[in-house]
């Protein structure tokens, strides 16, 4: 039996990653809600009941087993540490870790086996990579993968819950002919703010030096690191272009990927998909099927459809890729880590 | 001094297309406002007069010497012959002829010269294919052209004013958590309506029986048309996913392109784009200046930023391009290809 803390819980990710534990298979003793003193106090619902937020201190991590962190970055350089050296597993949601060569970068479905060398901290990855992988690793592993060349359509709630109440509210306005002042899109703490409803934003995270987004950045080293090891992999190249649209909740993903095997058909690469672990494929043109975000929101799944060859060259397909960024994206890959480590006598 | 008929005026593009004119450089005597009988006796704004809408009939164009079609490919295929028998230069901004040998389909920055080998039709080109041609053609220029890889965020008004309108009232039903019965997108006429509501759906136009939309099949073909005459020149491989966002006005593209010269940069790239007709280049991601659909609405230009190069692809670049479907992806390229025939002593 396992006590569990979740870090960040009054957030958009950190309140579904305690709707993932009520649905987890993880043995569990006890939830500890933890967030910054201003949260403390704030009831968090857990199942049937609700737990009161505890601020996290350095303290907070006596006899817990696992601790979910999704409080930002800052927080998990802090506080995982500490965690850790109170002899939690703690597997973290933020970027802070990501790239740490000692510390495995997991989504289940495609490198489950890097857990078995984790060293007390396991990184969730970023939410547009997540989805984008589990929906090529099964092609990846019948056919090869050489190139992918990704354009997102990312949730408002990818940036948080303020994020996603500021899309709600600027919409509003804009029906109402009224004035909203945007303050947190596309990047909270930034110069310049921008609406986002009924805009397309192309910037996720601030920028590199290179003209690339840090999220854009992310979506490169983070896929070469969870399908081959290693953030600079030359075998497959990856390039992204990560735009926020105005949509509450769930990533899609217009990805364009080249296979090593140059007679792959569209057809062959729906088998591999089909069934494949936490994939579902909605592919039917002559039926208007294909994944939406709307139908996504709330699924643990990665959506995938719209598979169909390049008509120019062999080997390159599209495909287009949908997941709800804050389960799939987050949450959910965090507590199926837990899940996992358990099920690899990890924990 | 020009007789003028607009077929189609009381559309989203026809009514633009009537604004286009009052700007226009045309030495304009009349303008004769022309729709179905459905719309026959409502009044339109041209400038500071409201013009009545007329039947459009096989008696329409008596006089006219410039006809602008925008009331969709069936209208076209019936009168656009009519029009051009009775003495007048048809410019048709359906798809109606663009893929005929002998018809121009011309984006006037990218392919004037097409215009001297008309018959009296000229074909504008798909709303998506103008802005990403113009954002390009400066590049093709000086760099030669291989490779496009294009993932669009099109706007609802690409579907028609009725198509705006949806996006208005569903969004506001979902704000006020009521239900809205989708009835005009993803294509007005298909089996199967969605809500486009914070909501990326990925089809636009039908589906071929090659698994690409029609859209696609557009963007594809015309851009091979309009840079090389041949719309299936093999010298460009174009490839294209086109999808529907809740934006009202104003495409915003994510597009990938090769050029033949490998050791183009990304500077040389944006001279070549800062004051080329009809693009402007706004670019500084660390200003966060990058375009944004929501100014590019009501301006003829096409917006053009984010040029960065692919991290390990020499030749290869991301461009993010942004124009208002509405003008030069439709309204504003017709008047202009006028105003350039009439440049060209054409008309």
Redo the contacts between chains.
């Keep these: 039996m396992y006590r569990i803390a979740v870090v960040g819980a009054t957030g958009a990710v950190g309140t579904r990653m305690l709707a993932m534990l009520v649905e987890s298979t993880l043995p569990i003793e006890e939830v500890v809600a933890l967030a910054s003193s201003r949260s403390a106090g704030k009831q968090v619902r857990y199942g049937d009941q609700l737990l009161t937020v505890q601020t996290l201190t350095a303290d907070s991590f006596a006899g817990i087993d696992i601790a979910l962190f999704s409080a930002g970055g800052a927080v998990s350089k802090r506080f995982a540490p500490i965690a850790v050296e109170a002899g939690a597993i703690v597997i973290d949601n933020t970027s802070a870790f990501r790239m740490d060569p000692n510390v495995p970068l997991v989504v289940p479905e495609v490198n489950a086996q890097a857990l078995t060398t984790h060293h007390g901290i396991i990184a969730n990855p970023n939410c547009s990579t997540i989805q984008m992988v589990v929906g090529l690793e099964p092609i990846r592993q019948r056919f090869g993968l050489e190139r992918i060349?990704v354009?997102t359509?990312q949730a408002a709630s990818g940036a948080g819950q303020q994020a996603l109440n500021e899309l709600?509210r600027e919409?509003?306005a804009v029906?109402d002919n009224k004035d909203s002042e945007p303050a947190i899109l596309?990047v909270a703490g930034?110069?310049?703010h921008?609406?986002i409803a009924?805009?397309?934003?192309?910037?996720i995270d601030v920028?590199e030096a290179?003209?690339?987004t840090h999220e854009e950045w992310k979506m490169?080293h983070e896929t070469k690191k969870i399908m081959l090891g290693d953030m600079d992999a030359?075998a497959l190249?990856?390039?992204a272009?990560c735009?926020r649209?105005?949509?509450?909740i769930a990533h899609?993903e217009?990805v364009?990927f080249e296979v090593s095997d140059k007679n792959a058909t569209?057809d062959q690469l729906r088998d591999a998909l089909t069934g494949a672990h936490g994939v579902v494929v909605q592919d039917d043109?002559?039926?208007?099927l294909?994944?939406?975000?709307?139908n996504a929101v709330g699924s643990k799944a990665t959506y995938v459809?719209?598979?169909?060859p390049?008509?120019?060259?062999a080997g390159?397909f599209?495909m287009?890729n949908v997941s709800d960024n804050l389960l799939k994206g987050a949450a959910w890959n965090s507590v199926q880590i837990a899940e996992t480590m358990m099920d690899m006598n990890l924990l």
């Design positions: 060349i354009s359509y709600m919409t509003q029906l596309p930034e110069a310049h921008y609406p009924f805009n397309p934003i192309p910037q920028f290179d003209g690339y490169i030359a190249k990856v390039t272009t735009v649209v105005p949509v509450p899609s217009a364009y569209a043109p002559a039926q208007q294909y994944p939406q975000a709307r459809g719209r598979i169909r390049d008509q120019e060259v390159a599209h287009w």
